[in-house]
């Protein structure tokens, strides 16, 4: 080296400390040695002792109550009197879809998820929309159409019960002076559009939040630049607003199934599953087999096909509907390891 070239790069001051090359922390990252075993282990055993009061209240609240349900359907069996020891097989099962009353709680489920899909959610994005834009009194509106949520199903029904109530309730004081009074909850044909009815003002304020919270999500640079392209507001909300609701909608689509199949409060306080059977779901016919007619065998079948109706619907469901979000929640997650 020449003396020109020592020249060229100044010495660093004294007590000095060189930075060290780009390179020099990967070759320190991948020169880290492992944690020693012992830690490694103390670390696994933190984690279990976390995780096992957890599994054991989901074991004997969850799965062990499943079980017993698979186990005694397949008996006949009251309940009462020790172990079921009447093996029947299949005979319940054959029973219940030979039955009339269950196959119109099918019926009944359909019709109720269908309506929850095509008219309650609808009503509540149209709702969560209007809420998202600025007026006076909002966050009063807010409060008020999401309120009918905190109350439980039972109050719900016995407020409804009194409002449709034939006899003085105040649906028919009001609708009376147009003529269209009706028996409500005890005429086979209008028992349920009113439960609908109540199941929308109960639940719909939920849904609601879920696609409020979703929309005040969208960041506004992105409706404005659809606005600043030409788009009008039915385009925004078309081909901007709604296809970023996606995982929410979906989310909503799945919660409302869901309960629309395992739906009993509101039902079993309003009408009992009346009249004629008119009104009844499988929750209400397993709790009527089940400790009314103490048929438990029966009714623990009825359990057996609405938990498999359930699961199946939730592994399509996030199988085929719910897969790229999930796949996207994945991906995040790995990249903040």
Not at 12 to 24: D, H, L, T, Y
């Amino acid at each position: 080296m020449t003396a020109a070239q020592d020249t060229s790069r100044p010495a660093s001051p004294p007590g000095e400390r060189r930075a060290p090359s780009p390179a020099a922390p990967a070759a320190a990252g991948a020169a880290a040695p492992r944690p020693p075993r012992g830690h490694r282990l103390r670390g696994r055993l933190t984690i279990a002792a976390f995780l096992l009061p957890a599994l054991l209240l989901f074991g004997l609240l969850v799965l062990a109550p499943i079980l017993v349900a698979i186990y005694t359907s397949v008996f006949k069996w009251n309940g009462l009197r020790g172990l079921p020891d009447d093996f029947v097989g299949t005979a319940n099962f054959e029973r219940m879809f030979a039955d009339e009353v269950f196959l119109g709680d099918l019926w009944r489920g359909a019709v109720l998820i269908v309506l929850s899909l095509v008219v309650q959610l609808p009503f509540a994005l149209g709702v969560a929309m209007l809420l998202n834009q600025r007026m006076r009194g909002r966050a009063v509106y807010r409060m008020i159409f999401f309120a009918p949520y905190i109350l439980s199903e039972v109050i719900t029904g016995v407020l409804f019960s009194m409002i449709l109530s034939p006899d003085g309730g105040l649906a028919n004081l009001v609708l009376g002076t147009v003529g269209l009074e009706s028996d409500w909850l005890s005429d086979p044909s209008t028992v349920m559009p009113s439960l609908f009815l109540v199941m929308t003002w109960k639940y719909f304020g939920f849904h609601m939040i879920l696609y409020l919270t979703g929309r005040q999500g969208i960041p506004h640079e992105v409706t404005e630049a659809a606005q600043i392209d030409g788009a009008g507001s039915w385009q925004v909300f078309r081909y901007v607003t709604l296809p970023l609701l996606g995982p929410t909608i979906r989310i909503s689509v799945f919660l409302s199934v869901i309960g629309a199949i395992q739906l009993f409060d509101l039902v079993w306080v309003l009408t009992g599953g009346g009249p004629a059977h008119s009104s009844e779901t499988m929750a209400v016919t397993m709790f009527q087999f089940g400790f009314k007619r103490y048929q438990v065998g029966y009714a623990n079948a009825i359990s057996v096909v609405m938990f498999a109706v359930s699961l199946v619907f939730a592994l399509v469901y996030q199988r085929y509907v719910m897969r790229r979000d999930t796949e996207g929640a994945i991906t995040a997650m790995r990249s903040q390891r």
